[in-house]
């Protein structure tokens, strides 16, 4: 029988406890698949408006002539463009972190069933525990190695989200400092620098703000 060490001996189970458990679990499958949907949504929606900003920002200029009225009315369409990029990644970013809530609330339905039935205990590959260990598990499938919790923020959603945006940024940064020189060196360096810390900031915010498992007390801890 597995440790199932949160308590010294397991609750008392009613004749009803699989249908509610299992009602419970299928409300949080929904309620990721509708997280996960948004998600994708949002990304969409904030990519097409980029790109139909890029599309209008190059008719003007080229209808314009590059002129300094063009500058201008670009970069208030990339301002426009960040700010839907800023919003987008920070409601990325939280349901990035209520979709792993909801991993974590799994875990411990999951826990329950091994006390209803200790027998299914190897045919689980997710975890029945809501420590940090048991999410990881559960999150990837597989025991979580470092080199993959290390890289694992470089590769979603978010990052790539904010990633766009610190270009953005970049971008309406060069812009602005165009209207007062026109030295390469000076808009390589100031496009360069926007991009830098706007993606450092941003990065910084995901790593913190994602993580369900930092100031949470787990019910069911992995067992030694």
Do not use: C
């Not at 910084?204 to 949470?216: G, K, L, N, Y």
């Amino acid at each position: 029988m597995p440790d199932t060490s949160a308590h010294d001996e397991d609750p008392s189970f009613g004749p009803h406890a699989a249908a509610i458990l299992s009602t419970e679990h299928w409300s949080l499958l929904g309620t990721r698949s509708v997280l996960l949907a948004e998600a994708q949504q949002r990304t969409t929606v904030f990519l097409t408006v980029l790109s139909a900003a890029m599309v209008a920002a190059a008719l003007l200029a080229d209808a314009t002539g590059f002129s300094d009225r063009a500058a201008t009315l670009t970069v208030v369409l990339l301002a426009v463009v960040l700010f839907l990029g800023l919003t987008t990644y920070q409601r990325l970013i939280q349901i990035n972190r209520d979709e792993k809530l909801t991993v974590v609330a799994m875990n411990r339905l999951r826990n329950a069933y091994l006390r209803l039935e200790p027998g299914v205990r190897p045919f689980f590959t997710a975890s029945p525990y809501d420590d940090r260990a048991g999410f990881e598990t559960s999150y990837s499938l597989a025991p979580p190695t470092g080199a993959t919790l290390k890289s694992y923020h470089l590769i979603t959603t978010p990052t790539v989200v904010g990633t766009i945006d610190a270009a953005v940024a970049a971008a309406i940064a060069v812009l602005l400092v165009a209207r007062a020189t026109t030295a390469p060196v000076v808009l390589a360096i100031a496009g360069v620098a926007s991009f830098a810390l706007v993606w450092t900031w941003l990065f910084a915010i995901q790593r913190r703000a994602t993580d369900p498992i930092t100031h949470a007390r787990p019910q069911f801890p992995s067992p030694p």
